[in-house]
């Protein structure tokens, strides 16, 4: 329950940052990889914020 609810403020904060209720609006970026190696392949990806020396990364 402890994650969920840390997991549902990280969301909320991340969106009120991105639609621009405390300021100006913060372009979010996005990553996606794939891999191939011996043990087969592999894929990733996840989304993140940057605020001057701030940033939070969010990923699988």
Known sequence: ???L???VV???GIFLAGCG???EPIQPSMSAN??????GTYGG?????QRG???VFLGL
């Open 5 to 7: 609810r840390a997991v």
């Open 21 to 23: 209720a405390d300021g």
């Open 10 to 12: 990280i969301s909320v």
């Open 1 to 3: 329950m402890r994650i």
């Open 53 to 55: 020396g701030l940033g």
């Open 34 to 39: 794939i891999g191939v190696g011996s043990s």
């Open 45 to 49: 990806v996840g989304v993140g914020l």
